[in-house]
């Protein structure tokens, strides 16, 4: 029940980081995620960001609307792939100092060391809920 708070805290602390970008913090990890693998398909990016395929195409969505992502076909019809858009990187840049600011004000209450200790954990527990 804790892990599930701290994530739910997490999440409005980043989203109210992001408002005045109009994206929640689900959709900046996307962007983020497209930035740094451009033209992906939905099953690979869905596993990166640890996020069923359904979500995803959720998440996806508004940003395709918005132009900030574009989805393109593949020779095999069935994937689909997608890319940041001029339109998304821009957005990406103006939030990114936003998310900055937010991991700093998180990061600033916790000692370097006990950081440190907290990704350790959070991938333990991420491997160990995934069944690897």
Do not use: C
Not at 119 to 127: M, P
């Amino acid at each position: 029940m804790a892990l599930r708070q701290a994530a739910r805290t997490l999440t409005q602390r980043y989203d109210a980081a992001f408002s005045a970008d109009g994206i929640r913090s689900t959709q900046f990890s996307v962007l983020v995620a497209l930035a740094r693998a451009p033209s992906v398909p939905l099953s690979r990016l869905a596993k990166a960001l640890v996020m069923d395929r359904t979500t995803l195409t959720r998440n996806l969505a508004p940003l395709i609307r918005r132009g900030l992502v574009a989805e393109s076909g593949a020779p095999d019809k069935r994937v689909r792939s997608y890319t940041l858009t001029t339109r998304g990187k821009q957005l990406l840049a103006r939030a990114l100092p936003d998310w900055k600011g937010a991991q700093a004000r998180i990061l600033r209450a916790l000692a370097k060391e006990d950081a440190e200790h907290l990704r350790r954990i959070l991938r333990t527990v991420i491997a160990a809920a995934q069944g690897d």
